[in-house]
């Protein structure tokens, strides 16, 4: 599976971004799909992931109400739409595709769960 993310860039305390990451390789609606993010001197830690048919996400705290993930599966893409942008949002943007199937939350939460990564796409957001 090959992920292709972009959509990054710079902007102001308060703006909006949509992050995309395109698919290819392997059967799109068989993949759960995460973003996860890694800022300057940090872990990298989970954003949010949506399941396979797109009717279940979830949402690291920090972002929750602020950021949306959806996919599109004709498309074999997912997006994240970032809102209300904060200097602490500022990082690199990973998209990550998992081949497990699990009903728990957790297990997604963890990058270590996940089987294919992006190229990672840089977000700044300046204050």
């Known amino acids: 599976v090959q992920l292709q993310a972009s959509g990054g860039g710079l902007v102001q305390t308060g703006g909006s971004l949509r992050l995309s990451c395109a698919a290819s390789g392997r059967t799109f609606t068989r993949l759960l799909m995460g973003w996860f993010r890694q800022g300057p001197g940090k872990e990298r830690e989970f954003v949010a992931f949506v399941k396979w048919s797109g009717g279940s996400t979830y949402y690291a705290d920090s972002v929750k109400g602020r950021f949306t993930i959806s996919r599109d599966n004709a498309k074999n893409t997912v997006y994240l739409q970032m809102n209300s942008l904060k200097p602490e949002d500022t990082a690199v943007y990973y998209c990550?595709?998992?081949?497990?199937?699990?009903?728990?939350?957790?297990?997604?939460?963890?990058?270590?769960?996940?089987?294919?990564w992006g190229q990672g796409t840089l977000v700044t957001v300046s204050s």
């Open positions: 990550a595709a998992s081949g497990a199937y699990q009903t728990g939350t957790s297990y997604f939460t963890r990058d270590e769960n996940y089987d294919y």
